[in-house]
């Protein structure tokens, strides 16, 4: 029998046809601005390689953006820095709303944490425009770790003091920085084995290398279907739809504890107020279609939920980018992490 992988899950997204008809705008256009639609192709700037679940989101959205505004939206992948060189790149764009930043939670708040005077743009550099999507993680351990519950992992790792590792995709990332929350409301010490992207992690946690993974939960959800690794827990408020089986954090003994990667648009901070606000439009336009929430639903995504009826707003981003900033700033302060 085949079996279901991570690559063929993500390519298999990609590849389905999302065909339908074109929302109503959600967003009301402010009051005495002029309709505003581009001119030309709208670069779209993803700031991680290509087949990851930020790249995958970003191709979505931008067929989407596209059939909404009747022009071309050309994704163009700029690694590097966890995010910041592409980030860095559309900070200092013209700003005329056609170059925009696919952001995570990285290059949108956990980097200003981490990074600290290494960053090369700051917050008010960037203006939000919409949430696509939230993604919870998944907290895994290797099959050979004699452990079956987020609560004895939690003594295992207590009883060790510290001899447990732990891998994610790198430095600063969402689940290293969810590790570390895990680690302050527990009460426990493990070591972090950093790498560059899910896919060697998660090599190493099958291989039982590493005894302890945290992942967003499109990368790791073919493994934890398959039972190749033990998962025990999801990091959102409500179960996953996609691993209903798995316990919250919360649920598993640890109240309050939420965290979510997020995906979104945003822009230079001067872009005019008339592309901001179309652009803002279509992104709660496009979340609100059944079809596309279809999608991010059968790999773990979840409704941004920034304004009343579950949409996006631009302002509402904004509000949400800084609550997530200084949320993150107080686990990287409390907990050490910080990329040197």
């Not at 990285?106 to 944490?113: R, V």
Request: with cysteine.
């Amino acid at each position: 029998m085949t079996r279901t992988t991570r690559r063929s899950l993500l390519a298999g997204a990609i590849a389905a046809p999302l065909v339908t008809p074109l929302a109503a705008p959600g967003v009301a256009r402010a009051q005495g601005s002029a309709e505003w639609s581009p001119t030309r192709p709208i670069r779209l700037v993803i700031p991680f390689p290509p087949a990851g679940t930020t790249d995958l989101v970003g191709r979505i959205g931008a067929e989407r953006l596209s059939a909404r505004l009747g022009q071309q939206v050309v994704v163009e992948n700029r690694a590097g820095a966890g995010g910041n060189v592409g980030a860095d790149f559309v900070a200092k764009s013209d700003p005329d709303g056609h170059t925009l930043l696919l952001t995570t939670i990285g290059t949108g708040a956990i980097n200003f944490a981490v990074y600290g005077d290494k960053m090369p743009y700051r917050p008010q550099d960037l203006a939000g425009v919409g949430m696509f999507i939230r993604v919870p993680n998944v907290l895994m351990v290797s099959k050979s770790l004699p452990v079956n519950s987020v609560a004895e992992l939690t003594a295992l790792a207590k009883s060790r003091n510290g001899g447990l590792n732990y891998g994610t995709a790198g430095i600063g990332s969402s689940p290293h920085v969810c590790v570390e929350l895990y680690k302050i409301m527990a009460g426990i010490d493990m070591t972090h084995v950093p790498y560059r992207g899910s896919a060697p992690m998660l090599t190493e946690l099958l291989a039982g290398r590493v005894d302890v993974g945290m992942d967003n939960i499109p990368s790791a959800l073919a493994f934890c279907r398959d039972g190749q690794v033990k998962a025990l827990a999801t990091t959102g408020t409500t179960r996953s739809a996609v691993l209903p089986n798995l316990p919250t954090m919360q649920e598993a003994g640890l109240p309050g504890f939420e965290t979510t990667a997020w995906f979104g648009i945003l822009a230079p901070a001067a872009i005019p107020r008339p592309a901001l606000a179309r652009l803002g439009r279509e992104i709660d336009g496009i979340v609100k279609e059944a079809a596309f929430h279809a999608r991010m639903a059968e790999f773990g995504g979840e409704m941004p939920g920034l304004t009343a009826d579950g949409g996006s707003s631009p302002e509402g981003f904004d509000r949400f980018m800084a609550t997530e900033r200084t949320k993150w700033a107080d686990v990287a302060a409390r907990s050490g992490a910080r990329v040197e």
